[in-house]
């Protein structure tokens, strides 16, 4: 019973930053890559960030957050974070944690498991 649970989403103002966690468990987790998706009201879900697997040497970004925000992980913890600053309305958006077991994916498809989402709102 594989669970990838998020928690650190809410409500803050643009210009500020949040943090997202991950937290895996029912699986070996350095063995996959992870990932954060997310979804906007009316959008379809893109891909924000990934890391790589086992120590993370890799990460990838979406242009609209290159800059802004940081993927991290801790194999010790089976947890992904996505610390994120300089949040903009934009932002604003339901973020998903994915791991995958075929290294660093960007579509949708290529993922094993998700969690269940975190609301993200940015306010002016």
């Known amino acids: 019973q594989v669970q990838l649970v998020e928690s650190g989403g809410g409500l803050v103002q643009a210009g500020g930053s949040l943090r997202l966690s991950c937290a895996a468990s029912?699986?070996?987790?350095?063995?996959?890559?992870m990932a954060w998706f997310r979804q906007a009201p009316g959008k379809e879900r893109e891909f924000v960030a990934g890391i790589s697997w086992m120590t993370g040497t890799t990460t990838d970004y979406a242009d609209s957050v290159k800059g802004r925000f940081a993927i991290s992980r801790d194999n010790a913890k089976n947890a992904v974070y996505l610390q994120m600053y300089t949040l903009k309305l934009e932002d604003t958006a339901v973020y998903y944690c994915a791991a995958s077991s075929g290294g660093l994916i960007r579509s949708t498809y290529g993922n094993d498991y998700w969690g269940q989402g975190t609301q993200v709102t940015v306010s002016s």
């Open positions: 029912g699986l070996t987790f350095a063995h996959y890559a």
